[in-house]
Every structure is written in C-alpha cells, then in structure tokens.
C-alpha cells in the first residue's frame, strides 16, 4: 500500500491498544484535518520496533505511560435533557440528522443543484483541486445547498462562499502541515492536541468569509456541516446559515465551533464540548468528528431508505469523493493497531461504497441528475506522512485537471473494485446513458 495512513472511525479501537501497548516515543501519528487539514481525520500507526514490544530477550519492558491529569466531571444530563438542548440565543443553529421534519424545514424554498463533500484528510486536496477546475471551465454551478462532512466540513464554507474563495480553498488544501493540525502528546481525552486546527480555523474563517456566507443565506442558499453527537449517539447537522446571518463574535465562535466539532476525530484529537440548554439545565454536550455517523451526508436515513418516497428537493446531486476507493494490498504487521487500522481502513471503503449507492437510488427515484467524482485508481503518489504539501500538492492538480476536463463526474457510484473489466455487470440500455457533466 503506497500510503499508510487510516481514517477514523477505528481509531477510536486503535488508540485504545494504543494506550496499552505502545511505550513512550514509539512512532505514533495522527493526522488530523481526518479526515480533516480536518484535519480531515487519519490516524497513521507505525508499529514501534520489536524489542519495545517486550520481544523475549529484548530486554526490560518500556516504562508505564505517565499518568495523564484529572479532567474534571462533567455536568449530568438525561436523554430528555439532550433531545431538548438548544444552543443560547441561536436556537435554530442545528437538527438532528435523522429528523425528516427538521431537514425538509431547513431547505431552501426553491430547488437547485447540490453539493455533497467527503471526509477525506488529506486527500480533501482532490475535492479542493475539483472545484478550482470546475471554476476554470465555467461548469461550476451556484449550488443552492452545499453539506460537509469532516475534511468536507472544513472545505465546505469556501465551496459555498463561492470562486471568490478558489485561492484559499486551494491553500487550505494544499499548504498546510501536520504541525498546522496537531501538536503531538497526549491529552486526558485523546492521543494529540488539536489547537493548532483551532488556531489555523479561526484564521481561515474570516469576519468577510462570515458574512459572505451570512449573505448567501439570506438570498436562499444553505450550508451544512455534521458533526456526531458522542452522548446521544446522534448525528446534528449544523446550519452554519443561520449562524452566520445571526451575527455577533459569539456566532462567530459558534461557527468556528461546529467546524472543528466535525473534525474532532475521536481519540487521536479531544472532543469538542458545546454549551447548550435544555429542560431549564445548562451542560455540554460531547460531539466527535461527523464521519462517525457516515462519510458524507445527504439526508437522513429514512428519506433515503429504499422503501421511502421521498423526493429530494433539488436539480442535481453533485458528491465529491475525497478518499480513495480501490483496495490496496499490503501484508499487514502482526500488531494490533496495524490489524485494526487496516481492518477499519477497508470498513470505510465498503460504507463509503454503500452510501453512493443510496445515494444513487434517491436521485434516480428524485428525477434528478446523479454525479460523482473520485480520485482516479491510477493516482498513486506515496505521501511521507501526515499532510505531505508535495502530496496534496499532486492530488490537487488531479482533482483540477478532473474538475477541467469534459467529464469531471459520473453518472453512477463506480464499479465495484471485483468487477472485472471483461465482465461487466450487464445494465438495460435506459440506464446507461452517457457520461455526465
């Protein structure tokens, strides 16, 4: 496998083991942008050498880990307290993503195209690249509804602010480092810290980016971003819209808020708590990186089951894909967070695969044109670690040249990796039409 780095989700599992087996100064890295300059959270893990792993003969085992400081309790809630929590003063800031009543009450009034981005980390730089080419060959369109999740959260307000913003979605995707993500050691909560992404947020989520975004909301369009609520066990879909349009240095701090909440990759960066209300109690409330509750977001499950009928309320259904998707072998090290790493890697390939797939039927059942782009097998650059700029770099003239050339998308989630070229799954001639756009 030419890069090594894992996304999320099993880095919960992975830093666990981690806790237990890995000694003081053994290699381990987070990057965190993801899955998202999220970060974009991933976790890489390279396996410490064999004699720290108490190997017969490899002499003393390795110090315990120093303890890690008390946090301090957290304010007690019920679940009823939790599915009535509002935050202070911008009460509409967010739903939960499996309400229907919510979602259909947020959408614009009119329909329009809509844009769907991926966790991804790093590779964020692909969707980054994707739009600049959209915007080069003038086939970018005004999207009525942009969602994003993880690295997709953190791309998201430059994709909906517009071409204005190309430059510093282009910098943000490929001139960032790991050190503008984390700074390594561990927390009470997590294996890194993630202020530096605070740090680097606060500055790309300007007071002029805020109320361009404001701006857009008022005119119809809107901006989503998940995040996943770790105590209700719950997705929340943040309308950064509303937010933006209440104004105010606390909405802004909200805002910035949100975006590091779906970034928060859990156990590799802290959770990001939130202050909220509910039931006349004042709490918070512990939300993680969104790719927990799916790589992207469309809409909640229920509209999106095969059973429904409903009918999204758009002219087309743009999803960028900012992961690979092809298998990649490689013979996996007999240590746990190699064995779990791989495991969740290949997990995420399959749930990315299926929510395509989903995501699929609902636009065929919408009458709706479907259109995905994914990085292309054939790129296969290593990276040297943790937000490479000469990786993301590379990746973004891919996503560019894709985004430039006669067909940036597809028409149908892509093939799956044991389809063979020769055999082709046969499909009715209604249902296979050109490439798209």
């Known amino acids: ?33 993801a899955q998202y300059a999220q970060y974009g959270p991933y976790v890489r893990v390279v396996p410490p050498p064999r004699a720290a792993r108490g190997k017969k003969g490899a002499g003393p085992p390795a110090a315990a880990p120093a303890p890690q400081p008390e946090l301090p309790p957290r304010v007690p809630f019920s679940a009823a307290d939790a599915a009535a929590a509002v935050i202070p003063g911008i009460a509409d800031a967010r739903f939960w993503a499996d309400s229907a009543t919510d979602f259909t009450a947020a959408l614009p009034s009119r329909p329009g195209p809509w844009l769907v981005l991926s966790s991804g980390g790093e590779d964020g730089a692909f969707g980054a690249g ?42 943000a995707s490929t001139e960032i480092t790991s050190a503008d993500i984390y700074e390594a050691g561990r927390t009470g909560e997590a294996f890194a810290d993630s202020w530096p992404l605070k740090d680097l947020i606060a500055k790309q989520m300007t007071p002029e980016l805020f109320g361009d975004i404001a701006a857009a909301y008022r005119s119809g369009r809107r901006l ?16 950064m819209g509303v937010i933006a349009a209440h104004g105010g240095d606390d909405a802004l701090k909200l805002f910035r808020t949100a975006l590091i909440a779906s970034a928060s990759l859990p156990g590799a960066f802290p959770p990001t708590l939130i202050d909220v209300e509910g039931n006349g109690k004042k709490f918070q409330e512990m939300h993680v990186d969104g790719g927990v509750g799916g790589q992207f977001f469309v809409a909640p499950p229920a509209l999106m089951a095969s059973t429904s009928d409903y009918r999204l309320p758009a002219t087309e259904l743009d999803i960028v894909v900012n992961t690979g998707l092809k298998p990649e072998f490689k013979v996996v090290e007999r240590f ?48 040297r670690g943790s937000f490479d700029p000469a990786y993301m770099k590379a990746l973004f003239k891919v996503g560019y040249d894709q985004g430039e050339s006669a067909h940036p998308f597809a028409n149908r989630p892509p093939p799956d990796p044991s389809q063979s070229a020769l055999d082709p799954v046969p499909r009715p001639a209604a249902d296979n039409p050109p490439p798209s756009r």
């Open 130 to 171: 994707l739009l600049n080419g959209l915007t080069a060959a003038g086939k970018r369109p005004d999207y009525s509804v942009v969602i994003g999740v993880s690295t997709g959260a953190l791309m998201a307000p430059f994709a909906f602010a517009g071409p204005k913003y190309d430059d510093a979605l282009r910098k």
């Open 224 to 239: 989503f971003v998940v995040s996943y609520d770790l105590d209700a066990e719950r997705s929340v879909v943040w309308n």
């Open 1 to 33: 496998m030419k890069k090594q780095t894992r996304w999320m989700i099993g880095a919960v599992a992975v830093t666990g083991i981690l806790s237990l087996s890995v000694p003081p100064g053994a290699p381990f890295v987070t990057a965190g942008y």
């Open 336 to 383: 746990a967070p190699s064995i779990l790493t791989q495991a969740v890697g290949a997990a995420v390939k399959v749930d990315t695969r299926l929510m395509l797939d989903r995501s699929y039927i609902l636009a065929k059942r919408s009458g709706i044109g479907f259109n995905v782009a994914t990085i292309p097998p054939s790129f296969d650059m290593p990276s």
